[in-house]
């Protein structure tokens, strides 16, 4: 059974292992023990090392590609969380989450968690990048980021492309709305951006 894998595991697996090499031995014996389709004993080996480096998030990323390549949504989804917990600064565990959550159809807590994760990484790349297929929530997910942005006072602009729209299927549009927008929110910027434009009124035109 799982226990029983597990509490071998916890009794072996740190038998004559020098301090220095238990990282490198546990993930490769995890990864020879997923190898030999032993995906039980593999999950054991990465579980015990988490519990010795619970702030490795490659060891993180690690337990989350078993549970998603062997596991389940729900398994998936708690070792995501935890790991959040123990790494909040791994903006690539926050991002798999938001996407684990997205593709399960839970666009709401997909939403939650980039929240979440701009909340406890203030100084990091303010860029996501998300694709997928028409109508999998990709526009909802943004728009109402975007809504919980300007809510919290933390939205500079945004613009949301559209084929339906002349207006917003336009390259042009962007940086000049973005421009706008950004003048309204920051003064400063503004009042520069109005100085540009009368020194040179062609600036603005793409």
Same mark, same amino acid.
Request: charge should be negative; charged fraction near 25%; proline fraction near 3%.
């Given at each position: 059974?799982?226990?029983?894998? @597990? ?8 038998? @004559?292992? @020098? ?19 032993k ?53 690539v565990?926050?991002?798999?989450w ?26 990091s ?10 109508g ?16 919290? @006072? ?51 035109k793409?």
């Amino acid at each position: 059974s799982l226990r029983t894998c @597990e509490a071998i595991v916890k009794a072996t697996v740190a038998m @004559e292992v @020098e301090e220095e090499d238990r990282l490198s031995t546990w993930v490769g014996d995890a990864e020879s023990a997923e190898a030999r389709g032993k995906i039980g004993t593999a999950r054991a080996i990465l579980a015990y090392a988490l519990r010795v480096f619970p702030d490795k998030r490659d060891l993180w990323h690690r337990a989350a590609d078993l549970e998603k390549t062997h596991g389940t949504r729900e398994g998936l989804d708690k070792i995501l969380e935890q790991a959040v917990h123990h790494c909040p600064q791994a903006e690539v565990l926050w991002l798999m989450w938001a996407k684990e959550k997205w593709l399960g159809g839970d666009v709401a807590s997909a939403r939650g968690v980039l929240e979440n994760a701009f909340v406890a990484n203030p100084e990091s790349e303010k860029i996501y990048w998300m694709n997928g297929m028409a109508g999998t929530g990709k526009t909802t997910i943004a728009y109402s980021f975007c809504e919980w942005l300007n809510i919290t @006072e933390r939205l500079g602009g945004s613009f949301f492309c559209s084929g339906i729209s002349s207006t917003c299927r336009s390259p042009n549009q962007i940086i000049p709305t973005l421009a706008y927008q950004l003048a309204r929110f920051l003064p400063t910027f503004g009042s520069r951006l109005c100085m540009i434009l009368n020194e040179d009124p062609d600036a603005g035109k793409l």
